[in-house]
């Protein structure tokens, strides 16, 4: 049975930095790619981050470009999101999402972990 679960969230103040995990089980995360997410309330889930599972390529939105920074650990078995420099508008819940090798940012995401929340106060 795959798993994600994503950990690393919590309470920080603007400017302060966060470093979420994606770790897995049931599956080896160097062969999928990885998808981070984020739902704010009252708003569409967006991605903000996606590292491909072929060249190791990476996307970023334009929102957090310069300010986060995807990577693998395989020996983990785990995908981090480092977020520095976050602002209140980086306040939601985070989502890491796994798709079929070889998929693009587009995907399908197949498993999809249970979120954890960040909240970046003023």
């Known amino acids: 049975q795959v798993q994600l679960v994503e950990s690393g969230g919590g309470l920080v103040q603007t400017g302060g930095s966060l470093r979420l995990s994606c770790a897995a089980s049931?599956?080896?995360?160097?062969?999928?790619?990885i998808g981070w997410f984020r739902q704010a309330p009252g708003k569409e889930r967006e991605v903000v981050s996606y590292?491909?599972?072929?060249?190791?390529?990476?996307y970023y939105s334009d929102s957090v470009k310069g300010r986060f920074t995807i990577s693998r650990d395989n020996a983990k078995n785990t995908v981090y999101l480092q977020m520095n420099s976050l602002k209140p508008e980086d306040t939601a819940v985070y989502y890491c999402?796994?798709?079929?090798?070889?998929?693009?940012?587009?995907?399908?995401?197949?498993?999809w972990g249970q979120g954890t929340q960040v909240t970046v106060s003023s």
């Open positions: 049931g599956v080896t995360l160097r062969y999928y790619p």
């Open positions: 590292i491909s599972s072929t060249d190791g390529s990476t």
């Open positions: 999402a796994a798709g079929p090798p070889g998929a693009n940012l587009i995907g399908p995401y197949d498993y």
